[in-house]
């Protein structure tokens, strides 16, 4: 059985609406509570609290009928509503002592925090539902995985990556983690269904690309480290959320300086060579960079040639690129053309103001000088000089992620 992305967006659309509704429901609450009485802090934080569980418990169960029905249709079998339990109770009440620390407990921020975060707990009763009757069914055939519905963080794409499993307590372990503002679904289902949309093996080869780009190597087992985490979300923020999640190259959006400005190539192929050209723009040996960066899921933007180059990801970071070739100056073995290059980009990063956000794609395709050799100058060139972000390209077009 297939389950249709339809059916999964009106899921979502569902708990969503009972997400907005509880929160909307506890501020309102609140707002009539505050009109009427003259509490202490203490007693409004007491009000705070009780508002807050009144709204987690009856919407909560609100979205676990959902994700009952829901259930029914996934996995083909009766699920049972899942209360919300006395850990999630305790949770909001720590998170109520958090606010009250650095906000006025009578303002309209307050409240939307609280808020927010009983709307948050509304939501995952669903997942916890589905989770539980998961659990309840296992011998019964039903599985259960986690839908990603966003590329933020790797610890859900670790989990979405594994794709169904049956409830086990090696599977189980982290199956109700989630982090704040987590969008992510689990959905039920059996042996051999599929969830249009959700391709878990193109989610793994996405995040062992990223991880290959950084050096790292089993990203899995560095899913806790939290170094580590904080460099793969950082390239995750750079890349297509469509390659990252269905396996889709991005395309390069050449909006802003048309294509054909680069030059036209004679056969569209691995050869970048100026052979391979018809008619070669002013900077077409950065097509190679272009085609490379967007085959390893970055989002790119090329801007106009008396600008920066380049525009990547979806927060649109400005970047310059950089194509050698070798000349009477740049030596196989000479360092210096390897810094030149980056005091350059340096220099034009500085012309606009942004001399502390530099940062350099550097591509060896058309210099002869080792790959290895390079990466090791390019490293220690970009530390010296305070490079901001630095990516070298080498010649089969493998994109690592130096700074």
């Given at each position: 059985m297939e389950i249709k992305a339809s059916d999964l967006n009106d899921y979502e659309s569902e708990l969503a609406l009972y997400q907005k509704k509880s929160r909307e429901a506890f501020i309102a609450c609140m707002k009539a509570h505050m009109q009427l009485n003259d509490d202490t802090d203490k007693e409004h934080l007491k009000e705070v609290y009780k508002q807050a569980v009144d709204a987690v418990?009856?919407?909560?169960?609100?979205?676990?009928?959902a994700a009952c029905k829901f259930f029914g249709k996934t996995a083909r079998a009766k699920a049972r509503i899942c209360d919300v339990p006395d850990f999630i109770l305790e949770r909001i009440n720590d998170r109520i002592i958090d606010y009250s620390k650095t906000h006025d407990i009578r303002s309209?921020?307050?409240?939307?925090?609280?808020?927010?975060?009983?709307?948050?707990?509304?939501?995952?009763?669903?997942?916890?539902?589905?989770?539980?009757?998961?659990?309840?069914?296992?011998?019964?055939?039903?599985?259960?995985?986690?839908?990603?519905?966003?590329?933020?963080?790797?610890?859900?794409?670790?989990?979405?990556?594994?794709?169904?499993?049956y409830w086990t307590k090696e599977t189980a372990g982290e199956g109700m983690r989630y982090h704040p503002g987590c969008k992510c679904?689990?959905?039920?289902?059996?042996?051999?269904?599929?969830?249009?949309?959700?391709?878990?093996?193109?989610?793994n080869a996405a995040m062992e690309k990223i991880a290959d780009s950084l050096g790292i190597d089993n990203w899995l087992d560095f899913v806790d480290d939290k170094d580590i985490q904080k460099l793969l979300?950082?390239?995750?923020?750079?890349?297509?959320?469509?390659?990252?999640l269905e396996g889709i190259k991005p395309k390069v959006d050449y909006s802003k300086n048309p294509r054909k400005?680069?030059?036209?190539?004679?056969?569209?192929?691995?050869?970048?060579?100026?052979?391979?050209?018809?008619?070669?723009g002013e900077e077409w040996r950065d097509l190679f960079v272009h085609d490379s960066l967007a085959l390893n899921g970055f989002a790119l933007q090329p801007q106009g040639l008396d600008s920066l180059d380049l525009k990547l990801g979806p927060r649109m970071e400005w970047w310059e690129i950089?194509?050698?070739?070798?000349?009477?100056?740049?030596?196989?073995?000479?360092?210096?053309?390897?810094?030149?290059?980056?005091?350059?980009?340096?220099?034009?990063?500085?012309?606009?103001?942004?001399?502390?956000?530099?940062?350099?794609?550097?591509?060896?395709?058309?210099?002869?000088?080792?790959?290895?050799?390079?990466e090791q100058e390019l490293l220690k060139r970009g530390l010296q000089h305070n490079i901001k972000g630095l990516i070298f390209i080498n010649k089969r077009g493998e994109v690592k992620v130096l700074i």
């Open positions: 418990q009856i919407w909560g169960n609100t979205t676990a009928g309209d921020e307050f409240l939307e925090l609280v808020g927010s975060c009983a709307g948050s707990e509304v939501r995952h009763n669903a997942d916890r539902t589905t989770y539980k009757n998961a659990k309840r069914l296992a011998t019964k055939g039903v599985k259960y995985c986690r839908v990603a519905q966003s590329v933020s963080c790797c610890f859900c794409l670790m989990l979405a990556g594994r794709g169904p499993v679904k689990i959905v039920a289902c059996r042996e051999g269904d599929t969830i249009k949309g959700y391709h878990p093996e193109k989610i979300e950082r390239e995750l923020k750079r890349r297509d959320p469509r390659w990252v400005k680069y030059g036209v190539r004679k056969v569209e192929n691995d050869d970048y060579s100026k052979q391979n050209f018809k008619k070669t950089k194509s050698p070739i070798q000349t009477k100056a740049s030596n196989l073995d000479s360092v210096h053309w390897v810094e030149n290059n980056i005091k350059q980009a340096k220099r034009q990063f500085k012309k606009r103001g942004m001399v502390d956000q530099a940062k350099v794609v550097v591509s060896s395709y058309y210099h002869p000088a080792e790959d290895a050799w390079i």
